[in-house]
């Protein structure tokens, strides 16, 4: 049974830092592309960054030079940093798998979620 567990989140300050951490069980972050999404109330579900199989690194535009993503073969977790955070950066981040050979910014594109993490931006 796949299972993926996020941590990291919380209340950060603007311009502050944040390291999101997903923890996965029951399979290998090595054999799927691992993205990480967010949400906000009344938003629907946007794709943040991906790293595929064979290790390349997507973003979206907002967060491209800021955030960075990156997997821990040894560890089975996919890690998302999260620098000069600004408050539109806040919102329920979740981690999710999708199998195949290629990312994804589609929400229903990924075979598996986390629950999610709240992080939030704020003075």
């Known amino acids: 049974q796949v299972q993926l567990v996020e941590s990291g989140g919380g209340l950060v300050q603007p311009g502050g830092s944040l390291r999101l951490s997903c923890r996965a069980s029951g399979m290998s972050v090595n054999d799927y592309n691992i993205g990480w999404l967010r949400q906000v109330p009344g938003k629907e579900r946007e794709g943040v960054a991906c790293?595929?199989?064979?290790?390349?690194?997507v973003y979206t535009d907002s967060v491209a030079g800021r955030f960075t993503i990156a997997r821990d073969n040894a560890k089975n977790t996919a890690d998302l940093e999260m620098n000069s955070l600004k408050p539109e950066d806040t919102a329920l981040y979740f981690c999710?798998?999708?199998?195949?050979?290629?990312?994804?910014?589609?929400?229903?594109?990924?075979?598996?979620w986390g629950q999610g993490i709240q992080v939030t931006v704020s003075s």
């Open positions: 999710a798998v999708r199998s195949g050979y290629f990312c994804s910014t589609q929400e229903y594109e990924f075979n598996y």
């Open positions: 790293i595929s199989v064979g290790g390349t690194p």
